[in-house]
């Protein structure tokens, strides 16, 4: 099994690829399958949240690129900027990560969570999409280096 302790501050030349969930991506202790199917395993510093792009240096050497696996989400659309304002506030108060872009925000699929949004004013599109939420002010964040943006939109 592939042993991973190290989260690189740029991106290299990657090795191998592991596709892995929001989920997964915040685990600090892990065990998964590279997309070429060699087993991998990591114990990574706490409170990390790997991102679309991000590297991971192998114990043996290799480097990992890490890509956010496609996940069912709820994406909500409105033209009044107050709506999305409104919604996320809302969301935000359920703790729900939160990708946001222009015009739309984005969370994990819940019929529940739906109706309210789409109660709102908001309309509602469930998609299998990568879920890059933001990282939030108090959550350790991303662990500084390349900082990119993806828009998975």
Not at 30 to 46: C, F, H, Q, S
Not at 83 to 105: K, S, V
Not at 110 to 133: C, K, N, R, S, Y
């Given at each position: ?45 706490r ?27 709820s ?9 999305l ?5 809302h ?8 990708q946001?872009g ?12 739906d ?10 599109t ?11 002010a108090y ?15």
């Amino acid at each position: 099994m592939i042993e991973v302790h190290t989260i690189l501050e740029q991106p290299e030349p990657a090795d191998a690829v592991l596709t892995l969930s929001f989920q997964d991506r915040q685990r600090s202790r892990l065990r998964a399958k590279l997309d070429n199917g060699e087993e991998i395993g990591w114990m990574l510093p706490r409170g990390q949240v790997l991102r679309d792009g991000d590297c991971l240096r192998a114990d043996n050497g290799q480097v990992i690129e890490v890509r956010a696996a496609p996940e069912t989400v709820s994406t909500a659309r409105a033209d009044n900027p107050l709506l999305l304002a409104r919604a996320a506030y809302h969301l935000g108060n359920r703790h729900m990560p939160l990708q946001i872009g222009e015009g739309w925000l984005r969370y994990h699929h819940d019929h529940v969570l739906d109706h309210m949004v789409e109660e709102m004013g908001l309309q509602i599109t469930q998609e299998q999409v990568a879920f890059e939420p933001e990282a939030g002010a108090y959550s350790g964040g991303h662990h500084g280096g390349h900082g990119h943006e993806h828009s998975h939109d």
